[in-house]
């Protein structure tokens, strides 16, 4: 799937074309083991080490310019101008920038599944399989496993950007960077001496966020969870339906809002034969419900194709190709709507070391389920030759599944210091189902040194973020790079 923009690509080998090698022999070493390898970690990378932010000289564009060829050109300026809303907007779309800045830096070596992409705005609720509200990361694209402290730094200086960004205080934006590595490090001891089983059963629901403002007689912020569980529940495919779509000839069909959604007819004008189109993309549809579950494949298989679209996402994603595709079940009524959205390489696969999965939305759905206590049912991939004749990787999800997200733009300071909790916490059980959270929580230790080690460092890669994001208004100034405002 892909328009007629004459894109390159460097795909990766088909998967299955070489054998797979056999499964590695899984070590299981000691308790004892393993707690003494966290505090020799303490010798050969000691906690203060992290205050390190050194930024050797580098051209923030070229950057962010070096994985353009392969994205869909006349949507670039749109990405410079999400990104040049703001410092902590601009962050938001610099995972490229921040992994070649941590790249250099000293590392633990205590690897788990990485995010990639951990800032504060990557976090967010929606509804289970069992249809909770919990509180999850989500947003996976960059994920590989890597060390620990990449994710945790990159989640600490997100609080204190997003705190400039709303006016705080320093006082007011250190108190949130350190309740998100406090957390961080106290939910990582807390995990260590449970069970593999209680662990892996860990999650943070609504009803968890509510006992604890409930405990704290914190009724203002009751009252503002109820809202915001409430209003997520109306965040469905029917109200996608009603909102993205419109009927033509007794047909629903998405709705065009240039450049921001276009339908895939407005996308192919000229092109003649409209059959060949739409078996394309049952293909693609056949191809990808072949990795999911066969509970939930047979599920898919009783919703319909009726239309397909481009849609624009993110800051950072802007330029990827993102699909939406509408299908119906039982009736109108019945709508499922799919986001299908192009997987590129990790930002730090140049510093990791390449993924083991050959196709690279596979990369992103094994990321994520092994991050995510609860992970969409219909969470998969698949890779497709385009109309180019290119053939691109892909991963496919539910567009609207009772998602919602913080409100940075009126959050106030107790209310970042709560949420960096939540996100501390949620990142720890993240990392302590892939890592090991025995030997992390040892290296973390008892006191705060590691907090505050982060918390020099998110202050002074604030403000590298800040020079960055001007000298990229520079570029955009001189006329280096193209930007579109207000989309």
């Not at 907007?89 to 250099?104: E, K, N, T």
């Not at 730090?348 to 609860?374: D, H, I, T, W």
């Not at 209310?415 to 939540?422: C, F, K």
């Amino acid at each position: 799937m892909t328009t007629t923009t004459a894109d390159q690509a460097s795909p990766r080998p088909v998967a299955g074309a070489a054998a797979e090698p056999p499964p590695e022999k899984v070590a299981h070493p000691p308790v004892a083991e393993r707690a003494a390898r966290g505090r020799g970690v303490r010798t050969s990378c000691p906690r203060q080490v992290h205050t390190a932010a050194a930024i050797e000289a580098r051209d923030p564009v070229a950057l962010l310019e070096a994985n353009a060829p392969a994205r869909i050109e006349e949507l670039a300026p749109i990405r410079y101008g999400r990104m040049l809303t703001s410092p902590f907007a601009f962050y938001r779309g610099a995972a490229a920038i921040m992994a070649h800045d941590l790249a250099p830096l000293p590392r633990t070596g205590l690897r788990v599944q990485l995010c990639g992409d951990a800032h504060l705005a990557n976090f967010g609720g929606f509804a289970s399989p069992e249809r909770d509200f919990v509180f999850d990361l989500n947003d996976f694209d960059e994920t590989l496993p890597g060390p620990f402290e990449w994710d945790v730094k990159r989640l600490a200086a997100s609080f204190e950007i997003a705190g400039r960004n709303r006016g705080f205080t320093e006082a007011e934006r250190t108190a949130g960077v350190l309740a998100a590595t406090r957390s961080y490090r106290t939910a990582m001891r807390e995990f260590a001496p449970m069970s593999n089983l209680a662990v892996w059963y860990s999650h943070l629901s609504a009803s968890d966020i509510e006992a604890k403002l409930i405990a704290e007689h914190d009724t203002k912020r009751l009252k503002a969870l109820a809202r915001a569980t409430e209003k997520a529940r109306t965040h469905d495919h029917v109200r996608a339906f009603h909102k993205l779509t419109h009927v033509v000839d007794g047909i629903p069909k998405i709705v065009s809002d240039p450049p921001l959604i276009v339908p895939v007819d407005d996308l192919l004008t000229g092109f003649d034969d409209r059959g060949a189109l739409v078996d394309v993309v049952r293909s693609i549809l056949r191809g990808y419900r072949r990795t999911l579950q066969k509970d939930r494949r047979w599920l898919l298989e009783q919703f319909s194709y009726v239309d397909l679209a481009r849609k624009v996402v993110g800051v950072g994603s802007v330029g990827t190709r993102c699909w939406v595709v509408l299908m119906l079940g039982r009736d109108a009524d019945d709508p499922l709507f799919l986001q299908i959205k192009e997987a590129e390489d990790s930002v730090l696969e140049p510093y990791l070391g390449r993924s083991k999965f050959q196709n690279r939305g596979q990369r992103v759905v094994e990321g994520q389920r092994l991050m995510q206590a609860s992970s969409d049912i219909f969470l998969g991939w698949h890779r497709t030759t385009g109309l180019d004749g290119h053939q691109r990787d892909y991963y496919c999800r539910q567009l609207w599944d009772w998602k919602s997200s913080v409100d940075l733009e009126a959050i106030l300071p107790r209310g970042l210091v709560l949420y960096a909790e939540s996100c501390g916490w949620t990142l720890a059980r993240a990392h302590a189902r892939s890592g090991d959270r025995i030997a992390i929580a040892e290296y973390l230790g008892k006191g705060d040194a590691f907090d505050r080690a982060l918390a020099q460092f998110a202050s002074v890669y604030a403000d590298q973020n800040e020079r960055d994001y001007e000298a990229v208004r520079t570029a955009a100034a001189s006329g280096r790079i193209k930007v579109e405002e207000g989309l």
